[in-house]
């Protein structure tokens, strides 16, 4: 199956910091979804990006599928960043996502 | 968009009891659903997948069970409950016929003691 590798495991940002998070796949993909899991465990949607760029407030995200990679941007880091991301891809010819293994970001005051 | 409700939000447990975790789904009709499971600091495990009523389909052999008595619910069971069944259950939801945006639940949170 699909293989979703995320990087780095860990970041720990200083408030008003700027980072990038990165999402490789091993295939190509119809769609790709940048989620946050914040601190009580709620799972966000961030953005549903097959390609190109969206941008939502301080983040921002880009998929470039030819080269089987994703780019999601933190700005102006707060400690409401905080959390775990994933990116997801749906598995070859069904509608079951296949997730990385997450960033975790620790915004620091 | 769609909004999930799971109930309860947290739930402990003893060792061979039974277990009912409750989704509903709401904004959508005939969606197809999910069960997740993520232990402490790990990913996400899918379980249970269901394109309708009735239609269970099981990811990985284990203690637990699903069932889709109506369009918007889904249910996750146990008979008895393990040790190793301890974890964040998250239930989620994509609209039939796509885009296959996956929307989640709040969660639960199961200890088993």
């Known amino acids: 199956g699909i293989q979703v590798e995320q990087s780095p495991p860990d970041l720990i940002l200083q408030e008003g910091a700027n980072s990038t998070l990165r999402c490789n796949f091993s295939d190509s993909v119809n769609n790709l979804q940048w989620f946050h899991q914040n601190p009580w465990g709620q799972l966000i949607n961030l953005f549903y990006?097959?390609?190109g760029t969206k941008q939502n407030g301080r983040l921002s995200a880009t998929t470039v599928a030819t080269e089987r990679y994703s780019l999601l941007y933190i700005s102006s880091s707060q400690t409401t960043d905080s959390g775990v991301y994933f990116c997801a891809v749906p598995r070859s010819n069904d509608y079951k996502l296949s997730f990385g293994a997450g960033t975790t970001v620790t915004v620091r005051a | 968009s769609q909004t999930i409700h799971q109930w309860p939000a947290t739930l402990v447990q003893p060792v061979g009891s039974p277990l009912s975790l409750e989704c509903t789904v709401e904004g959508t009709s005939n969606p197809n659903l999910y069960w997740y499971r993520q232990a402490a600091g790990r990913g996400l495990q899918l379980l249970f997948y269901s394109v309708g009523i009735g239609q269970i389909s099981s990811e990985v052999p284990q203690n637990l069970s699903a069932s889709r008595p109506q369009d918007r619910q889904f249910i996750l069971s146990s008979k008895k409950l393990l040790l190793s069944d301890s974890g964040f259950y998250l239930c989620a939801s994509t609209t039939p016929g796509g885009p296959y945006e996956q929307y989640f639940g709040p969660g639960t949170r199961l200890t088993v003691t």
């Open positions: 990006i097959p390609s």
